[in-house]
């Protein structure tokens, strides 16, 4: 197996539960990097969100990218170079919250440092129990990186940027409940569960996969060629249209049961452990 390219997931995969990448991993990384190896990260946050890895990975000296906001945008390190997938806009906001005020989640709709957020009353409470009795940020911890919250009370709002990707938040009961329905309802949409408690929405046919395809194929990269690692659903589209997919022991069951290998999980070097069987090894 030639590896020309590992394209990886941040939140739950690089990343370990307190936000940190474990010193293992990162030394695995940096000597991939010097086999010549792109390094892309994949994933939900936007190139403000990533900065923190991507200069501990020190991707800004070499031809690495970012394929963020689940494959929306793509950054080329190299080139110093943005390219942006299709976007939401105000109609389809409209619809969104329209659909989070029936159901009775919060809705967060993503314009570049901009969040718009409509909260129904009932989801209010329980956010403030939350605050109160667990210690959740209310702002789930979405300021960071100076972004500036917009509260908005009628779902009908023009809003008048373009969106990047809308989410939901609500308990897991009410997804277990909810969601399939919720899906069919905007099934013009990408609905992807991040988390038990968080589904991102996508404008149809934007993806990771997709994202990461694109960045190869301006690379010359076979598709053979890639390594993949992630754990949720917006990590299913690489899943599915790269050979060596490889899911985090921590992923989701759905992402298993799509990956080409499984390896052990963000907290115990999954990463690294599958970089010394699938990449180095080989070259040894």
């Not at 589904?199 to 149809?204: A, Q, R, S, T």
Request: hydrophobic share 40%; aromatic share 8%; proline share 2%.
């Amino acid at each position: 197996m030639k590896i020309q390219c590992i394209a990886m997931d941040m939140d739950g995969t690089l990343l370990r539960d307190d936000q940190t990448v474990d010193p293992v991993t990162l030394k695995s990384l940096l000597r991939a990097q010097e086999q010549g190896i792109m390094i892309i990260l994949a994933t939900g946050r936007d190139k403000g969100g990533v900065d923190f890895v991507s200069e501990a990975l020190h991707l800004e000296e070499g031809n690495h990218y970012i394929a963020g906001v689940n494959g929306q945008i793509v950054y080329s390190f190299a080139k110093k170079e943005y390219w942006v997938d299709e976007v939401l806009g105000a109609k389809d906001a409209k619809l969104i919250l329209r659909t989070a005020k029936k159901y009775g989640c919060e809705a967060l709709c993503f314009c570049g440092y901009d969040i718009y957020d409509f909260i129904p009353l009932k989801m209010k409470l329980i956010k403030k129990a939350s605050f109160l009795f667990e210690g959740i940020a209310r702002d789930y911890g979405l300021k960071q990186g100076k972004r500036h919250y917009i509260r908005i009370r009628d779902v009908n709002y023009e809003i008048p940027q373009d969106i990047n990707k809308c989410i939901y938040i609500q308990r897991i009961p009410f997804f277990q409940r909810h969601l399939a329905q919720m899906r069919a309802e905007l099934s013009d949409y990408e609905l992807v569960c991040v988390g038990s408690t968080w589904i991102e929405i996508m404008p149809k046919g934007v993806s990771k996969g997709n994202a990461i395809l694109h960045i190869a194929a301006e690379n010359n990269i076979p598709k053979e060629n890639i390594l993949c690692f992630g754990d949720a659903e917006n990590d299913i589209s690489m899943m599915e249209m790269i050979p060596h997919s490889i899911a985090m022991g921590n992923a989701m069951d759905t992402v298993k049961a799509k990956a080409w290998q499984v390896t052990d999980t963000n907290m115990d070097n999954g990463i690294a452990k599958a970089l010394d069987r699938y990449v180095f090894q080989s070259e040894s």
